[in-house]
C-alpha cells in the first residue's frame, strides 16, 4: 500500500509539471512559482478528499441498491449517524481508515445476504469518476488551474480503486479488497460481517454492548479465525464479556486471541491489549498486568489515547491503579468526556464510564 501511494504523489508531481505549465511561471519569478506550485498543493488535497466522499458515496449508493439502509455515514472524523430515527453529527476516529460508511443489511438466510456490491461500491464509483475527470481534463484545457485539478481527481480516483480495491492488508485494518475476498470464501466471515453492522446498528441507537440483541454476536471456531472478518466476531464477544462484567472470561478471551496466532487487525488487536489490562487490574492478576505493559503495541497507544475511548479508560486505570496518580486520571477522564460528548455510541461510553468508577472503587479500598 506504501508503494501505491508513492506512485500516486509521483503521478500527482507530474501532473502538476505537465499540466500546470511551470516553465513559465517561473519565468515570472519565484514567488509567483511558489504561490501558483501552493495553490496545485492544496487543490491536490481537495482533489483526495473529494476521491474520498466519492468512495464512502458508492458504498452508499451500491448499498442501497443491494436493500441496506444507512447507519453511518463518516468522512475523516466527521460522522452523520442514525440515531433514535434521527440524523445527528458526531466524531470519531478508526485507525487506518479516511472514512467509512456503515449500513445495515437485509436479512441473513443461511450465509445468504447480498455483500457484492456493498463493498465493492467505493472501488466501482472511483472508477467510475475516472473517465469523468479525464473528460474535464481534456475539456478545460484552454483554462488556468482547473485541467490541474480534473487531472488530479483522476489520478486520485484511480489511486483510491487500487488501494481499496488489490486485495491487502495494513497493520490496522483490512481494506475492501480483502474483505470480498474472505466474504466469497467463508461462511464464518459473511456470517461475522452480518453480524457486525447490525450490532453496530443497535448501539448507534444508545444501547449498551451487553444489551445487544444474542443473534446479533457470533464466536467463530479457531480453525475459522484466519481473516480479519472472524477475528472480530471474536473481539465483539470479548466486549460483550467485559461488558458483562464476565472478567475472567473476558480475559482468558484475550489472552487467546492475542496469543494464538489468530489473523487480528491491528484496531482489534490493539482492543484486546487494552482490555486484557483492564481486566489483569479488576481482576488484580499483578504478574500478568505487568507482561500486558511490556506489549509494543502499547507504547504509541496508550501515549496518545484520545484516538481511542477504550485507550483512554485503559490509560484512566494505569495511572489510578498502576501509577497510583489520581491527578494524571483525573486529566484523562477530562478528555475522555470531551470526547464522549461527541462520540457516536452512548452506550459504549456508559459501558467504560462503569470500568473507571470500578477503578475508582478499587484504588479506594486500598488506600
Known amino acids: 500500500m506504501a508503494l501505491l501511494w508513492l506512485l500516486t504523489g509521483i503521478s500527482l508531481g507530474l501532473v502538476i509539471m505537465f499540466t500546470g505549465d511551470m516553465d513559465r511561471l517561473f519565468d515570472n519569478g519565484i514567488g509567483s512559482f511558489l504561490i501558483t506550485y501552493g495553490l496545485y498543493i ?15 458515496s458508492g458504498h452508499l449508493v451500491f448499498g442501497r441498491l443491494s436493500g441496506y439502509q444507512m447507519v453511518s455515514f463518516r468522512v475523516g472524523r466527521w460522522m452523520i449517524a442514525r440515531t433514535e430515527g434521527k440524523n445527528v453529527f458526531r466524531k470519531q476516529s478508526v485507525a487506518g481508515t479516511g472514512g467509512q460508511c456503515v449500513m445495515t443489511p437485509p436479512p441473513y438466510d443461511d450465509g445468504n445476504f447480498p455483500y457484492k456490491l456493498y463493498n465493492a461500491g467505493g472501488v466501482l464509483m472511483n472508477l467510475i469518476t475516472v473517465p469523468v475527470f479525464v473528460l474535464l481534463f481534456i475539456g478545460t484545457r484552454r483554462f488556468p488551474v482547473l485541467p490541474t485539478f480534473f487531472a488530479e481527481c483522476a489520478v486520485f480516483g484511480l489511486s483510491f480503486a487500487l488501494v481499496n480495491g488489490i486485495p491487502m492488508q495494513t497493520k490496522d485494518i483490512a481494506n475492501d479488497g480483502y474483505n470480498m475476498l474472505h466474504l466469497g470464501d467463508s461462511l464464518s466471515a459473511r456470517r461475522s460481517f452480518w453480524t457486525s453492522l447490525k450490532a453496530t446498528e443497535v448501539l448507534l441507537d444508545g444501547a ?18 484466519n481473516d480479519p472478518l472472524s477475528c472480530s466476531a471474536a473481539a465483539v464477544m470479548e466486549v460483550k464479556l467485559l461488558d458483562e ?27 484486546l491489549l487494552c482490555d486484557r489490562i483492564t481486566t489483569d487490574l479488576l481482576l488484580k492478576n499483578g504478574r500478568t498486568t505487568q507482561e500486558s505493559l511490556s506489549a509494543e503495541e502499547l507504547v504509541p497507544l496508550l501515549k496518545k489515547p484520545t484516538q481511542s475511548p477504550t485507550a483512554m479508560r485503559t490509560r484512566y486505570l494505569i495511572s489510578l491503579l498502576v501509577e497510583r496518580d489520581p491527578a494524571a ?15 457516536p455510541s452512548k452506550g459504549e461510553m456508559e459501558g467504560e464510564r462503569e470500568l473507571m468508577r470500578l477503578a475508582d472503587e478499587a484504588f479506594a479500598s486500598s488506600v
Do not use: T, W
Not at 487480528?264 to 482492543?271: M, P
Open 245 to 271: 462484567h464476565r472478567f475472567k472470561e473476558a480475559n482468558e478471551l484475550c489472552v487467546h486471541l492475542l496469543e494464538g496466532g489468530f489473523n487480528l487487525a491491528g484496531i482489534h488487536r490493539n482492543q
Open 42 to 56: 492544496l487543490l491536490a488535497v481537495v482533489a483526495g478528499g473529494l476521491q474520498m466522499v466519492i468512495h464512502e
Open 208 to 225: 449498551r454492548v451487553r444489551d445487544v440483541p444474542e443473534e446479533y454476536f457470533f464466536m467463530p471456531s479457531d480453525e475459522e479465525l
Open 329 to 343: 486520571a483525573e486529566k484523562v477522564r477530562e478528555e475522555f468526556e470531551k470526547i464522549a460528548a461527541v462520540y
